[in-house]
């Protein structure tokens, strides 16, 4: 028995130091082809809070977990859901620092293609450019992955509301509705799998975002935010509106003991000690 445990101890001592022999190296695979540091830039993602966007018949809906922040903290200065043209709104999960680098990246870009072309830049483009940025970290020294994952919602040139999503490794894909980030992302996207059906109104979409985001928070606009993607621009979600949208959700559930129906200087105080839904 001794014999097993030393053989053991040493093979997973030998299995440790091969990993480090290749995690050291952001453009080196590992003899099984993996690459630790964008793997380690996707756990960070997994660490992040969690986002969720659903499409709908003529809306995409971004759902954003808020997590508690400092009294002090002035927080309009720290955002998870960011504006990157007229038309195209992103959210991200995972490294506040490196979302707001990718967000300059991409308003520059968006730019020089209203430049360039005379006409605005597709989701797609934009979706696309991100993850070639973010691909082009990942192939060469001296520079480490993005740690963050994108969901951008806008509307292609025929009027339809678009949804894609990009990662760390520096891929992207259209979706119908998606969850990244949060301790819970894989139920997350479970039970939007199980309840997202074609042709889901404004409303029908904005439930779901707030049921799926209910699955890693609590109740109540201190714990979420909203924000509504429409042709004609978006739109944050009132306090009051989330309030009530997360109760009904609850109640019709069975379980109203989660509720925030706290009054308006409840509400206020929890305004003050959590994040807006343009944060972190």
């Given at each position: 028995?001794n ?14 130091s ?8 952001i ?43 400092a ?23 995972g ?10 990246k ?16 597709s ?32 509307f ?9 999503q ?39 979409a ?17 714990n ?25 959700i609850?109640?019709?559930e069975g ?17 003050g ?8």
């Amino acid at each position: 028995e001794n014999c097993n445990s030393a053989a053991l101890s040493a093979a997973a001592l030998q299995r440790a130091s091969t990993m480090s022999r290749y995690d050291r190296a952001i453009t080196v695979f590992s003899p099984d082809g993996h690459l630790f540091q964008v793997e380690y830039a996707i756990n960070a993602v997994k660490a992040g809070s969690a986002v969720v966007g659903v499409r709908g018949t003529d809306v995409v809906v971004l759902g954003v977990e808020r997590r508690a922040t400092a009294k002090l903290r002035e927080t309009r200065t720290i955002r998870k859901v960011v504006q990157l043209d007229d038309h195209i709104t992103a959210a991200f999960a995972g490294l506040t620092a490196d979302a707001r680098v990718l967000t300059t990246k991409a308003r520059i870009e968006c730019q020089s293609y209203r430049l360039t072309c005379d006409d605005a830049p597709s989701v797609e483009y934009v979706s696309r450019f991100l993850a070639k940025t973010q691909q082009r970290y990942t192939q060469r020294g001296g520079v480490r992955p993005f740690g963050v994952s994108a969901l951008l919602a806008g509307f292609s040139p025929d009027g339809s509301p678009q949804l894609f999503q990009t990662d760390p490794a520096g891929t992207y894909s259209e979706w119908k509705a998606n969850a990244i980030g949060g301790k819970n992302s894989k139920n997350m996207r479970e039970l939007l799998e199980n309840n997202w059906t074609a042709g889901l109104s404004e409303e029908e979409a904005v439930k779901l975002t707030v049921r799926t985001l209910l699955e890693v928070v609590d109740s109540g606009s201190s714990n979420m935010g909203l924000v509504i993607v429409r042709s004609d621009g978006a739109t944050e979600v009132s306090e009051d509106e989330v309030n009530t949208l997360s109760a009904e959700i609850k109640a019709a559930e069975g379980d109203t003991s989660g509720g925030d129906t706290a009054p308006a200087e409840a509400a206020e105080e929890a305004k003050g000690d959590g994040e807006t839904p343009m944060e972190t």
